[in-house]
């Protein structure tokens, strides 16, 4: 079977449409209906099949595509792999969220000159859905993304994940409304309260929620903000209550009522394409950032 052909049907598993199929990779959707048909001749069965206006994949298909991620990837390995001794050199792509970029990749980027002077880091600051999407399309190397143990986003097939580091978050309050007790009890003494969750990925309000429900009842969520610092001024404002780190100091009028039992702890994760990690420059920064070193760097770094 062509490769080029099994791109194509991984990709129409993965958007759902050959237009956006052949916007995706610079082609005609009757290019890419063409070489589908060839492909299913290739296999001996069919791919896909009507769907009103639009196509969608057999079972056959489905369990083709799955194929396809795995060929794909072991070809990509494959290419990468065939000279594993040269001098990693090229610019890697990173798309991530703002606190493993300054608490995992600046120390370690800060670095990288003195040890490889033709690697470079590219970042962009993405919240994990964001950054996933960009992973997907082929437009960021690596994604720094996060979920919470209450909360586990889980990863498509298509890519690969390694854990990074871990930290443990409480409930962000008004200065003096000290709570006692285990998670369960913290939520009760809120439950009249009004609720603030991130306004660009739906994790620490998949946590409230479910906490809230352990605790017998449905928050109700008000506000939302994409900043730590404004949900914060929200606090103070009096305007509700919300998720906060644990370990960062918090600002005058707010304070931390711890979780425990079942402890909140948010999961930071390095996310690569299947395939991929065998290129030098983004293997260097996958070493330094999951290895020994960076967690020396990594206490050095600013909170």
Do not use: C
């Not at 052909?5 to 129409?12: D, F, G, Q, Y």
């Not at 991929?276 to 420059?281: I, Q, V, Y």
């Amino acid at each position: 079977m062509n490769n080029d052909r099994l791109l194509l049907l991984a990709e129409l598993a993965r958007l759902g449409s050959m237009r956006e199929v052949a916007e995706e990779l610079g082609t005609t959707t009757s290019t890419v209906s063409q070489q589908l048909a060839v492909l299913a001749k290739e296999a001996g069965t069919a791919l896909i099949e009507p769907d009103g206006r639009r196509v969608r994949l057999t079972p056959a298909g489905r369990r083709l595509a799955g194929h396809a991620v795995t060929i794909l990837a072991a070809v990509e390995a494959a290419r990468l792999d065939l000279d594993p001794s040269a001098e990693p050199a090229g610019t890697v792509r990173v798309a991530g969220f703002a606190t493993a970029i300054r608490r995992s990749l600046l120390p370690i980027v800060a670095a990288l000159p003195a040890r490889h002077e033709r690697l470079r880091v590219q970042i962009h600051e993405h919240e994990p859905a964001e950054a996933l999407q960009l992973l997907a399309a082929d437009e960021v190397d690596l994604a720094l993304t996060y979920d919470y143990n209450l909360a586990p986003s889980g990863f498509p097939d298509t890519v690969e994940a390694s854990p990074l580091w871990s930290a443990r978050w409480s409930l962000g309050v008004p200065a003096g409304a000290g709570v006692d007790g285990d998670a369960l009890a913290v939520f009760r003494a809120f439950r009249d309260a009004s609720w603030l969750v991130n306004s660009r990925n739906t994790a620490d309000e998949d946590v409230v929620r479910t906490v809230a429900s352990m605790a017998g009842y449905t928050p109700r969520i008000a506000h939302r903000a994409d900043s730590l610092e404004l949900l914060q001024d929200l606090i103070v404002a009096g305007l509700g209550v919300g998720l906060l780190p644990a370990d960062q100091p918090t600002a005058a009028g707010v304070a931390l009522a711890p979780l425990r039992r079942p402890d909140v702890r948010l999961r930071a994760f390095a996310v690569t394409r299947r395939g991929r990690r065998a290129w030098p420059p983004l293997a260097v920064v996958l070493d330094l950032l999951t290895g020994p070193a960076p967690q020396r760097l990594v206490r050095n770094a600013p909170a």
